[in-house]
């Protein structure tokens, strides 16, 4: 059984960074699709990035990562603002044979981590 878990969150100031990492244990994920998702006090769960494969991606003022070795995926925030106060979760879906894209939709994971609390205060 696939087991997530996030860490990485903590109190930052608006204009600093945070790395949250996803640590894998229980299988591989090399056979997963791994999200970041967040979800602010009364917002409903927002995606905000995908990897598959080795590939990473940015988005704005975030990167997704893989390391292999480690089994772990990272999410890398820049420029934070007051706006990115939430709770991040990383999550997994099985890759298909054939697939070779992802996306940040929900239903796509069956895998989820308890999240991590990312708050941005001055």
């Known amino acids: 059984q696939l087991q997530l878990v996030e860490s990485g969150g903590g109190l930052v100031q608006p204009g600093g960074s945070l790395r949250l990492s996803c640590a894998a244990s229980?299988?591989?994920?090399?056979?997963?699709?791994i999200g970041w998702f967040r979800q602010a006090p009364g917002k409903e769960r927002e995606g905000i990035l995908c990897?598959?494969f080795k590939g990473g991606s940015t988005k704005g003022r975030f990167t997704i990562s893989r390391d292999i070795t480690k089994n772990t995926v990272y999410l890398q925030m820049s420029s934070l603002v007051i706006e990115d106060t939430a709770v991040y979760y990383c999550?997994?879906?099985?890759?298909?044979?054939?697939?070779?894209?992802?996306?940040?939709?929900?239903?796509?994971?069956?895998?989820w981590g308890q999240g991590t609390q990312v708050t941005v205060s001055s």
């Open positions: 999550a997994a879906g099985l890759r298909g044979p054939f697939q070779t894209t992802c996306t940040t939709a929900a239903y796509a994971y069956d895998y």
């Open positions: 229980g299988s591989t994920l090399d056979n997963y699709v």
């Open positions: 990897i598959i």
